[in-house]
């Protein structure tokens, strides 16, 4: 099985096998434990739904692939075991900022908080693989009739000029351009940071700030609002919006 595409621009990934290409209906698969993710893949693979390359939880590249899609992306977050049911709800919410999110949960887990977060569905990781795979390019399909929907295309991150080279700037700057809804700090944090602790409030004000400077020599800026001790990223601003 031949690996055909994998750039972050690519909505789909291709495979061929024999002389039928498979399009898989996950953009990406993000993982809390990627060691018992990979088994899980394994055992689904026949099914092709899911691409062979497993993101860790903060992986900068899996995240501008969500937001380069050409089409709404759908992800699929792995959560193996109940360690990180206290943050799990917030974590899902963060990430349905970029994406359409289908949790993978243990059996015994309580779906409804996560549905309440913004999950698009929740299943049990342990259901039978033709049913998981079905359930999944089920969502591919509702979110394939649905219009698309993106943040502020003003300043399309793919050809402004001020779309900073290094990496960990260029994806908050994608963030706040195509976001659904402004961001709040402590997402951010949450969504940046590894799998086990966020991204320190210093280190997120520190990159914010660097973005505000790169995007002030053009009379732009990053708009946020703090209330009750939390910021909000509204997306970018050129100092006429009444935001």
């Known amino acids: 099985m031949l690996l055909a595409d994998l750039s972050p621009a690519s909505p789909l990934r291709h495979f061929a096998e024999g002389d039928a290409p498979v399009t898989y209906p996950v953009d990406v698969v993000l993982s809390l434990h990627r060691e018992r993710t990979a088994a899980l893949l394994r055992s689904l693979r026949s099914q092709h739904v899911f691409p ?6 903060g992986t900068e590249r899996a995240y501008s692939t969500l937001l380069h899609a050409r089409q709404r992306s759908l992800t699929v977050l792995d959560v193996p075991d109940c360690r990180w049911n206290e943050t799990l709800a917030q ?34 990781r342990t259901a039978p693989a033709r049913e998981l795979a079905s359930r999944i390019a089920a969502e591919r399909r509702w ?7 993106r943040g502020n295309l003003l300043y399309a991150p793919g050809s ?10 260029a994806l908050l700057f994608d963030m706040l351009c195509l976001a659904t809804r402004p961001w709040c700090c402590h997402e951010l944090r949450l969504l940046l940071g590894p799998v086990d602790r966020p991204m320190s409030k210093r280190a997120l004000q520190a990159r914010i700030v660097r973005l505000h400077e790169r995007l002030g020599r053009a009379g732009l800026y990053v708009n946020c609002s703090t209330q009750r001790g939390r910021t909000l990223l509204l997306g970018l601003s050129d100092g006429h919006d009444s935001a």
């Open 160 to 169: 402004h000029p001020l779309r900073p080279r290094q990496s960990s700037q």
């Open 143 to 149: 979110l394939d009739s649905r219009k698309p929907s």
């Open 52 to 57: 062979t390359l497993i993101h860790g939880w």
């Open 91 to 124: 974590r899902v919410r963060a990430l349905s900022n970029l994406s359409a999110v289908v949790v993978l949960v243990p059996e015994e887990s309580d779906p409804a908080p996560l549905l309440l977060a913004g999950a698009a569905n929740v299943m049990s």
